[in-house]
Structure formats: structure tokens, C-alpha cells
């Protein structure tokens, strides 16, 4: 325990950096730069103070450290993360400010506030800033940097890297896999930073939106949220970052370094999520159509498009209010956002490589019905599955709608409706935002009591973590030596 909370000191001095973005931006525009600047000292000072504590403790981690490790990390920073929002915000109560936190961090964009378009400028990119720092993980950022302090950072990439192939890597080394992965998270924010200000934003909202969208995270400088630049070439840009968020990563890298598309045509996932994500614009614009919601099919298709893809991905952007759709748009919209985003993305969810195995697991089930005999083993882009990762895959799945139908009925017990509890549940889980009823679009989560917003507090830190890293920690055989 000693050890783990050595390098969480370090992480959390590590932090106090990352409060020079609003400090910086605050002396730009004005306003709550002290604010952030007593952020930064208490987070650093915190920080240092725990690990010089601990430093004789300081060694290797041991793969159950990662998962410990992992999850105070991320509910460690978040705290962290909610001091400048209590500072320059005082009538917000700690339960909100650490909500909006690990809505940030998660890269979930559900919020409890109002009035984001008279917010301090340093305060609205924070909360950009927070989905671009979680998007690919402060835990990975972290791989990076420790190693140099003579700290271990493999058992850190297996707990928080996504997806059940953990064992992948970019590069021989584990520092030089950070690396290459944020070389392209980069290189893609200052591409969409560069195009947003292009279509017509300001450079202040094209590096906040960039910040958020890069992220796969929701939160806007406007309380219309996208809807407020009603600009077609704005919300293009927008699902190509978002598509390009939603993919795996290593695609990216593979892409980059061979100057060739290949990559995305050849991995399974991408070629599932394409289809899916067509099919599914397509044909929500037809329904949208039809029920005569929008007057003519483009025009439905343009807002079909937008919301569609930017659920699915689990950003959670919107430019309308899609409750107001056909009862099917925003269920198979929230239903997408289950399933869409690929392993090694920044996206939340099952993942479309569980869905994939599931999938042809069922298949292989029901033909070995007729054949009882039959060698058919499951394949994932021509490659067998083996069949440890396919357990894995049926345990996460099990856990996961038993999570979410486990977190739903809390809210009901709290006096939540129905449509309420399983839109927050459903949104927070996949850290995609906006949900149904009172959490819908251009909704906020300010509603909700402070026992609703930490259950959805904690719904979110276990989709960001994928569940087992965090329930691991409540088995007795986690603890025992």
C-alpha cells in the first residue's frame, strides 16, 4: 500500500502541471488565474509531500498494485481536478465539483452546470482540458514519465489500457508505446484545433472543442452546445475527429508511419464500426424523414448524422434534442454507444472487439448444434480467439449489464423515474453524457440529489476503468496475502 501511495505522490506533483494551461489562459483573458495558481500549489505540494513521505518504499509494482493504483489515481486527480472549480464557483458543493471532475477526466461530459457561456475563459478550458488529459489516460501519460523515475510502468498499462488485449504493443518497450500513442492523440488535436478555426470558430473555442471532441468527452463553451454555431462544415469536422477518436489507436500509428490508409480497411473493428455507423445515419435520416420531423432527407440526414455518430462514439455532443426523435433514434443511439468504439480508443462501452467475439461465439454455437463435431474456432480478422480471452469477454459482458441493471435500480430506489435512471446509467457507464428524460440533451445532471450524482459518479469511474479493474479491489482475494 506504502508503495502505491509513493507513486501516487508523484502523480499528483505531476498534475500540478497541468493547471499552467487555465493559468496561462487566465492571464490571456482575465479573470481567476489565483484561482488556479493556489490549484496547482496545493495539488503539487500534496503531491511531493507524499511521495518524499514514502520514497523508502518506492520499488516495482506488482500486477495487483496497477489495479489499486489505477483507481485511486483516478479518483485521486479528479479531486484534484474539482479545487479550482469549488474556488472560483462557491456555491458549488463538493459533490458537484468532483462530479464535473470525473466527468471531465472520464471523459464523459455529463455536467451540473449552467451558464457556460458567462463562465471565466480559464474555467471552460479546464474542462476541456480535462477530457484531453483523461482521454488517453493520465495513468499512460504517467507510463511515460515514470519510468524515468525508476518506477515500473507495465502493471499501470494493464490495468487502464483498454480492451481485453493487453499484452499488445506498439513498441518493444512500454515507454516507447506512450509515446507513439501520444504523438497521434497529438497530431490529431492540432489538426481538428486547425479545421475547427478554419469552418469559423474562434481560436479559443476551436482548441476547447478540439480538446473535448479529441477526448471523445461533451463539454462545450455554450450551454447550446454545438447547436450554437448551426454550422455544417463545423459539426463535419466535428464526426471526423470523432470517428477518428472512436478507432483504435494503433491504427493511427500504423497509418502514420506507413503514409498509407491500409491499416483502417484491414482491422476488423474499423470495418464494423463503418458499417455500423453508416447503416445506422442512413437509416435513423430515413425514420426522421418519414415521421416528417425534419422537411426534407438531407436536412435529416445532416442532424442524423451529427447526433448519431457523436452518441455512438460516446462524445455526447448534440445539436438536437433527439428525445424529441422517434422512440427508437435515441434508444438505438444509446444502444450504440454500448457497443461502437474500438479497443485502443479513447470511447467507453463493451467495445465492438467483445461484440465481434460474442457475435461469433453465438455463431459457433449454434453451428456446432448441427455438427457436434466440428473444429470451428473463433476468429476475429482471420486470427483465432483464444479461449481465455473469450471467457474474459463473457465474464466482462455478464458483469457489465449486471452493473448497469444493478446501478439503475439504485436510482429508481432513490425516487428517480424510469427513462431517467437507465439514460444516466446507461450515459455514465459509457462515459457518453447526455442520456434520456431529465439528463437528456441541453439537459444538465444540476437535478439530481447528491445520492443520484455519486452513484453516477461511480458508474463513471467504472466504465472509464472498465469494470474490473475497480470491483477487483472489493474481492476478498484482492487483499489476501
Not at 498499462?157 to 500513442?181: H, M, N, W
Not at 454550422?231 to 494503433?250: C, G
Request: net charge positive.
Amino acid at each position: 500500500m506504502l508503495r502505491v501511495a509513493h507513486v501516487l505522490g508523484l502523480m499528483l506533483a505531476a498534475f500540478g502541471a497541468a493547471f499552467m494551461l487555465p493559468i496561462v489562459t487566465s492571464w490571456v483573458y482575465g479573470g481567476s488565474g489565483t484561482s488556479f495558481v493556489i490549484a496547482a500549489l496545493v495539488c503539487a505540494g500534496a503531491g511531493m509531500l507524499l511521495a518524499t513521505g514514502t520514497r523508502r518504499y518506492a520499488r516495482e509494482l506488482k500486477p495487483r498494485d496497477g489495479f489499486l493504483l489505477v483507481t485511486l489515481g483516478w479518483i485521486l486527480m479528479s479531486a484534484a481536478a474539482a479545487v479550482p472549480l469549488l474556488l472560483i464557483l462557491p456555491g458549488l458543493s463538493f459533490t458537484d465539483a468532483f462530479f464535473e471532475a470525473m466527468s471531465g477526466l472520464t471523459g464523459t461530459g455529463a455536467t451540473v452546470l449552467k451558464g457556460l457561456d458567462t463562465l471565466p475563459p480559464a474555467l471552460n478550458l479546464w474542462r476541456a482540458a480535462l477530457h484531453w488529459y483523461g482521454g488517453l489516460g493520465i495513468i499512460v501519460l504517467a507510463i511515460a514519465i515514470l519510468p524515468l523515475l525508476g518506477v515500473g510502468g507495465m502493471q499501470l498499462y494493464r490495468a487502464d489500457s483498454p480492451g481485453p488485449v493487453k499484452e499488445e504493443r506498439l513498441a518493444p518497450r512500454i515507454f516507447q508505446t506512450a509515446k507513439s500513442l501520444w504523438f497521434a492523440y497529438t497530431l490529431l488535436t492540432i489538426a481538428g484545433i486547425i479545421a475547427l478555426r478554419v469552418c469559423g470558430m474562434s481560436w479559443f473555442d476551436a482548441i476547447c472543442h478540439a480538446f473535448s471532441a479529441v477526448g471523445l468527452g461533451g463539454f462545450s463553451t455554450h450551454d447550446a452546445n454545438i447547436a450554437y454555431f448551426n454550422s455544417a462544415s463545423i459539426e463535419f469536422v466535428l464526426i471526423v475527429i470523432m470517428i477518428a477518436a472512436s478507432l483504435n489507436f494503433a491504427c493511427h500509428f500504423a497509418a502514420l508511419r506507413r503514409l498509407t490508409l491500409e491499416p483502417y480497411f484491414t482491422h476488423p473493428e474499423s470495418k464494423a464500426i463503418f458499417l455500423l455507423l453508416t447503416v445506422s445515419v442512413v437509416g435513423i435520416a430515413i425514420l426522421l424523414t418519414a415521421h416528417g420531423v425534419y422537411p426534407d432527407f438531407f436536412t435529416a440526414l445532416r442532424h442524423s448524422a451529427f447526433n448519431v455518430v457523436s452518441l455512438a462514439t460516446t462524445t455526447g455532443f448534440v445539436t438536437q434534442d433527439y428525445t424529441r426523435w422517434p422512440v427508437f433514434a435515441p434508444i438505438w443511439m444509446l444502444f450504440l454507444s454500448c457497443i461502437l468504439c474500438s479497443t485502443g480508443s479513447i470511447g467507453g462501452g463493451i467495445k465492438m472487439f467483445r461484440t465481434l467475439v460474442l457475435s461469433r461465439q453465438a455463431l459457433r454455437e449454434l453451428r456446432l448444434l448441427v455438427h457436434p463435431s466440428a473444429v470451428a474456432p473463433v476468429r476475429v480478422g482471420g486470427k483465432p480467439v483464444p479461449d481465455r480471452v473469450a471467457a474474459s469477454i463473457l465474464a466482462f459482458i455478464f458483469l457489465y449489464f449486471m452493473t448497469v441493471a444493478a446501478l439503475t435500480f439504485a436510482l429508481l430506489l432513490t425516487g428517480l423515474d424510469f427513462d431517467s435512471s437507465f439514460g444516466a446509467i446507461i450515459a455514465c457507464i459509457n462515459n457518453a453524457g447526455p442520456g434520456l428524460g431529465v439528463v437528456g440533451p441541453f439537459k444538465t445532471y444540476q437535478s439530481l440529489t447528491d445520492l443520484q450524482t455519486w452513484i453516477c459518479t461511480f458508474a463513471m469511474l467504472l466504465g472509464r476503468l472498465e469494470i474490473f479493474s475497480v470491483l477487483v479491489l472489493f474481492t476478498p482475494t484482492f487483499w489476501r496475502k
